[in-house]
């Protein structure tokens, strides 16, 4: 770990964030993992979902 995250760390401590920022940022996180389970789950329709990339790109086929 470097001194840098030591440092913030200290600062953190002394001047922690406000409760409202604290909830905004625990919302987000929550809202983030409702819309993943529900994904998950299967409860989005067929143009909703992430496609199921499988990681190989498309040939482009070149015309003679």
Known sequence: ???IWFFRMAKWARHPPSAR???FILSII??????????????FPEGFGSGRFTGRVPKVQTVP
């Not at 929550?30 to 819309?35: K, Q, T, V």
């Open 30 to 43: 929550a809202i983030c993992l409702a819309l993943a389970g529900a994904e998950w789950l299967g409860l």
């Open 21 to 23: 920022r604290v909830v």
């Open 1 to 3: 770990m470097r001194l």
